[in-house]
């Protein structure tokens, strides 16, 4: 059981480049979210899926986009990086709506 | 809306000595549940506690307990006989619906 897995681990990107960030997990479960984590901003949610097929806005969605065609994968794609997306990003999933988050390792994601 | 508030950004205390972390929160809902989590310098998010919002009895888990109190929707988190493997960010969390949202987090140093 590898529980939730976030490749790659380290990125560095310019300006307009665009990219995916892969997340997936093995637990079956049916949520999966998205977060950003800033320095004193603490962790925001960008994303959030509540079964295949279906996605949703979180706080700070803007210059992200997401899709969720299996129930393991949640990808979220950056369209066109900006350096207000240095960051670094969960991902995480639930079992159901009032069970506790597992969290993937994170994302490192440096926009120059 | 729904809101959680960590106001202690950062906190020092020599090791031994009790330290409590703060959280209240915001919500219009009857029924939610709410969450600490532990982020150690390594970086990942390990999952402390759930409460949900009909039990209001404290927790204790060895050194580490929760008050949970409707009357000021606050869920404060203290740790007992600190120790330096304390020292992390640790984040308050409310679920609401299909979301989980984290309160910015309180940076806590265990000084030796």
């Known amino acids: 059981n590898a529980g939730v897995t976030q490749t790659p681990k380290f990125q560095v990107l310019k300006t307009g480049q665009s990219m995916t960030l892969q997340c997936a997990q093995d637990?079956?479960?049916?949520?999966m979210s998205w977060y950003r984590q800033d320095p004193g901003m603490g962790l925001r949610l960008i994303h959030y899926s509540v079964g295949a097929g279906i996605t949703d806005q979180g706080e700070v969605p803007n210059g992200y986009n997401v899709s969720r065609s299996t129930t393991e994968d949640f990808p979220l794609r950056l369209l066109s990086a900006a350096p207000s997306q240095t960051s670094v990003y969960f991902c995480a999933s639930r079992p159901g709506q009032a069970n506790e988050q597992f969290f993937g390792p994170g994302t490192r994601l440096t926009v120059l | 809306a729904q809101k959680v508030t960590q106001a202690q950004t950062e906190i020092s205390v020599v090791e031994k000595e009790d330290v409590t972390l703060d959280c209240v929160y915001e919500t219009r809902d009857t029924t939610y549940y709410l969450f600490w989590y532990k982020q150690p310098p390594s970086g990942e998010l390990v999952f402390l506690i759930r409460r949900n919002s009909f039990d209001e009895q404290n927790e204790i888990s060895g050194r580490y307990s929760w008050n949970f109190q409707k009357s000021t929707s606050s869920f404060n988190f203290t740790i007992t006989a600190s120790q330096v493997v304390d020292s992390a960010v640790y984040f308050c969390?409310?679920?609401?619906?299909?979301?989980?949202?984290f309160g910015k987090g309180t940076r806590l140093h265990i000084l030796p």
């Open positions: 637990m079956n479960h049916e949520y």
């Open positions: 969390a409310l679920n609401r619906d299909d979301k989980i949202i």
